[in-house]
């Protein structure tokens, strides 16, 4: 059921601007110096154009995973550590979606215990500039900060719109207007799924296809579709499985999602229904590990190039990064290869990878439950691998850091990525962080973190922060990011 802009537009604005208030430090924290390291020299790699979708926001700006390929990559040069700052606002709710509008503001869904927002930040002073509130988390839904249905994963159309699956059992088109007060959201359309969508069921994404078709998946594997100017809806289970992730799209028409138990490509049918054209089990291992939220691969597909798809799986003793063929058919195995990562007994990620056209980046978050296990000299297990891959199936592990990368998916923790320019990848953090669920932007500046050598070259830290209490759950690259 489709809801129509009559019936439900609505305008909220701020009567002023919201300046930020800054987030205090941890006043019984030892010191720990402000700075590390030292600025950075970016270095060349190579790595194919990602094809802008027609109907999302542009590249870097539009999901969490900056575009349709679920990348984690940008166009453009990072940070490189000269004359770093620190810029933070107290929002006391996890920002973890970052956007960017085609007026450089930030747009974004803060989740916090008095309920989800969609919030719109000036991006160069963190003032707030629009709040939307959204849809309340229902009693039996999954935990604030390890649930990331219900807006946690959306994504800003080509239209400055912000497309968020909410807690009603709904997806909401919002989007923005200018009032007399200054900038507001409007809700402008709204598509019922509480027919389809089980009582306690959330919907944890929504995307569109290269044809404008909005996909949809839920925790328990519904698969859906949505047509944007009908409304109508067509959908179908994965049953026995599960769905804990974000998925891609392509532009011959692939969506690529991923279970607890397989990975699949959907196409749309003749009804513009979701109909499955490939599935592919993965090894789901036999735990639960300590690092996870959901039993199973914890990655969003990321899509390298014009030929596959690559996610980890939970494999025992070690996880695996495991790359595909994704085209509809295949002359030999789907599989391509799959890759040992870390140390035996000891590996899991709720990251997506990072993905360029032949090289993948994996991070270990095996041991990371929440905060505590970072406090009081705790610590989780190390490492951050890049995987090379070839045609010929021959994919190996170019190096491994020892860099420690604790977080979880709906969790505090550091998101990583890649910027490109012109061939140089830094490593850029320019972030938007929450600090125990608060929002903070820091501007860390950090060199390719291992992106050449396993070895962290510098980190820029609030001063008198506690090293380890600090969890990035956000992280973006601004229009405005410089060196």
């Not at 900038?183 to 929504?206: H, K, M, N, Q, W």
């Not at 604790?406 to 938007?432: F, K, N, Q």
């Not at 669920?437 to 860390?444: G, I, S, T, V």
Request: with cysteine; charged share 20%.
């Amino acid at each position: 059921m489709m809801r129509t802009p009559s019936v439900l537009a609505v305008v909220l604005a701020l009567a002023a601007p919201a300046h930020a208030t800054p987030i205090p430090n941890d006043p019984f924290a030892a010191p720990v110096p402000t700075f590390v390291g030292a600025p950075a020299t970016p270095r060349s790699v190579p790595a194919p154009a990602v094809p802008q979708h027609p109907f999302m926001a542009p590249n870097g700006r539009s999901n969490i995973h900056d575009d349709a390929y679920q990348t984690d990559t940008y166009v453009g040069l990072g940070p490189l550590g000269r004359n770093p700052e620190v810029l933070s606002t107290q929002q006391n709710a996890e920002c973890g979606s970052l956007t960017f509008d085609s007026a450089g503001r930030i747009v974004t869904v803060c989740v916090g215990f008095e309920g989800p927002r969609l919030a719109m930040f000036d991006p160069a002073t963190l003032d707030l500039l629009a709040v939307f509130p959204l849809p309340p988390r229902s009693a039996g839904g999954g935990g604030v900060f390890s649930d990331f249905s219900g807006g946690g994963y959306f994504y800003l159309d080509d239209q400055d719109r912000a497309v968020i699956p909410t807690n009603s059992h709904q997806i909401w088109v919002v989007g923005e207007t200018t009032t007399a007060a200054g900038p507001a959201f409007e809700l402008v359309r709204a598509y019922d799924l509480s027919t389809i969508v089980g009582p306690t069921e959330g919907i944890i994404s929504c995307l569109p296809d290269w044809n404008g078709l909005l996909w949809f998946v839920t925790v328990n594997a519904l698969v859906g579709t949505i047509d944007p100017a009908s409304g109508a809806v067509q959908s179908m289970r994965l049953a026995g499985e599960a769905i804990g992730n974000s998925f891609a799209a392509d532009e011959t028409g692939g969506v690529f999602i991923v279970s607890d138990h397989a990975m699949y490509r959907f196409d749309a049918g003749a009804m513009r229904e979701p109909v499955v054209t490939w599935r592919e089990e993965y090894d789901r291992g036999t735990r639960l590990k300590p690092g996870q939220v959901n039993f199973g691969s914890g990655t969003t597909p990321t899509l390298m190039g014009t030929d596959w798809v690559a996610i980890t799986d939970n494999a025992d003793p070690q996880m695996h990064v495991v790359v595909y063929w994704r085209a509809p058919s295949a002359p030999g195995p789907r599989l391509l290869c799959a890759v040992p990562v870390f140390a035996p007994g000891m590996s899991a990620t709720e990251n997506s990878l990072i993905g360029t056209g032949t090289s993948l980046l994996v991070e270990n978050n095996y041991g990371y439950t929440g905060p505590a296990s970072v406090n009081g000299g705790a610590t989780t297990e190390p490492g951050i691998s890049r995987i090379d891959v070839r045609s010929t199936g021959r994919c190996v592990t170019r190096w491994t850091s020892q860099e420690r990368v604790p977080g979880l998916e709906a969790l505090p923790r550091r998101r990583p990525h890649v910027c490109l320019h012109e061939g140089p990848r830094p490593r850029h953090h320019r972030r938007l962080v929450p600090d125990r669920h608060q929002l903070q932007d820091r501007r860390d500046r950090l060199e390719a973190a291992g992106r050449h050598r396993p070895r962290l070259q510098q980190q820029l830290r609030p001063r008198d922060a506690r090293p380890g209490r600090h969890g990035v759950r956000g992280c973006a690259r601004g229009p405005d990011a410089h060196p």
